[in-house]
């Protein structure tokens, strides 16, 4: 065999070889796809659990009062009430993730905003017994409403106050929640609204900030905590990640800082709605 021949031989397996690779690597990135899709459904999932979690603990407890209580009509019907509402509360939140997780397709039908005053109000009455573990202070602008769905917000209100209550190194957490209208910036033209929510706990842990909004990320105990895991190191993450991404699906954005003093700060930062014409 000439050495013609032997190059185009070699050029022949070299080719076969190639075609043989590329394969491989098409499989290896369907089957990484396929993982990530796995990955995806099982952090939805657990996100799912968490908030509707948080929401259907307050039931319990407002439907085990009027059970203890049944000759007072008055306690069982303030309990199916607000029952009643933080069920509706939970059917929303799951439409909220199942909306986000939908990579096509049309989006469900959003509520007008409402102002971050009424918001707050709201996220406060689904903590049901937990209300009387934060005390609640506020300085929010009259009329301060951000152009997002009222539901996501009130959401990622009330996780941001249970993740305080869960952090206060006393039996009480001191929460302060303030909210302006800043001008307009090259962002939005209808300017932003800020909203600063600060607790009294013992602030983030060190080197966890760029973590802080991740799924399934461990720390010690902070104004960020989730829930604590079997070894003691409180499991965070979940609830802030769902918080990012309601949060950013409006177009906003969300950090965390401890502050000078101790605590720590969360700060959303919105477009503010238009006014109506």
Same mark, same amino acid.
């Given at each position: 065999?000439?050495?013609?021949?032997h190059?185009?031989l070699?050029?022949?397996?070299?080719?076969?070889?190639?075609?043989?690779l590329q /394969?491989?690597?098409?499989?290896?990135?369907?089957?990484?796809?396929r993982?990530?899709? /796995?990955?995806? $459904?099982?952090?939805?999932?657990?996100?799912i659990?968490?908030?509707?979690?948080?929401l259907?603990? !307050?039931?319990?407890?407002?439907?085990?009062?009027? /059970?203890?209580?049944?000759?007072?009509?008055?306690?069982?019907?303030?309990?199916?009430?607000?029952?009643?509402?933080?069920?509706?509360?939970?059917? =929303?939140?799951t439409?909220s993730?199942l909306?986000?997780?939908?990579?096509?397709?049309a989006?469900?039908?959003?509520?007008?905003?409402?102002p971050?005053?009424?918001l707050?109000?709201?996220?406060? =009455?689904?903590?049901?017994?937990r209300?009387?573990?934060?005390? $609640?202070?506020?300085?929010?602008?009259?009329g301060?409403?951000?152009?997002?769905? !009222?539901?996501s917000?009130q959401?990622?209100?009330?996780?941001?106050?249970l993740n305080a209550i869960?952090?206060?190194?006393?039996q009480?957490?001191?929460v302060?929640v303030?909210?302006?209208?800043?001008a307009?910036?090259?962002?939005?033209?209808?300017?932003?609204?800020v909203?600063?929510?600060?607790?009294?706990?013992?602030?983030l842990?060190?080197?966890?900030?760029?973590?802080?909004?991740?799924?399934?990320v461990s720390?010690p105990?902070?104004?960020?905590g989730? =829930?604590?895991?079997?070894?003691?190191?409180?499991?965070?993450?979940?609830?802030?990640a $769902?918080?990012k991404r $309601?949060?950013?699906?409006?177009?906003?954005?969300?950090?965390?800082?401890?502050?000078?003093?101790?605590?720590?700060?969360f700060?959303?930062? /919105?477009?503010?709605?238009?006014?109506?014409?």
């Amino acid at each position: 065999m000439d050495r013609s021949a032997h190059a185009q031989l070699d050029q022949d397996r070299l080719v076969a070889r190639l075609d043989s690779l590329q /394969l491989t690597l098409e499989r290896m990135s369907a089957e990484i796809d396929r993982l990530s899709d /796995l990955a995806s $459904l099982g952090e939805l999932s657990a996100m799912i659990a968490h908030e509707v979690r948080n929401l259907m603990t !307050p039931i319990a407890a407002y439907t085990g009062s009027a /059970l203890n209580r049944p000759a007072d009509p008055g306690l069982a019907r303030d309990a199916l009430t607000h029952a009643a509402r933080n069920a509706i509360q939970a059917v =929303g939140v799951t439409d909220s993730i199942l909306d986000l997780a939908r990579a096509a397709g049309a989006s469900m039908e959003e509520q007008a905003p409402r102002p971050v005053s009424d918001l707050l109000d709201a996220a406060i =009455g689904a903590l049901a017994d937990r209300q009387r573990e934060v005390c $609640l202070e506020t300085d929010i602008e009259p009329g301060c409403i951000a152009a997002i769905d !009222p539901s996501s917000l009130q959401q990622t209100l009330m996780n941001l106050v249970l993740n305080a209550i869960d952090a206060s190194r006393d039996q009480q957490a001191s929460v302060l929640v303030s909210a302006s209208t800043q001008a307009p910036c090259s962002t939005w033209n209808t300017g932003s609204v800020v909203i600063e929510v600060k607790d009294d706990g013992p602030g983030l842990p060190e080197g966890i900030e760029d973590e802080l909004f991740d799924a399934f990320v461990s720390g010690p105990g902070c104004g960020s905590g989730a =829930g604590a895991g079997g070894d003691g190191r409180r499991r965070v993450g979940l609830g802030l990640a $769902l918080c990012k991404r $309601l949060i950013e699906r409006a177009g906003g954005t969300i950090g965390a800082a401890t502050q000078a003093d101790g605590g720590a700060c969360f700060t959303l930062t /919105l477009p503010a709605q238009a006014p109506t014409v």
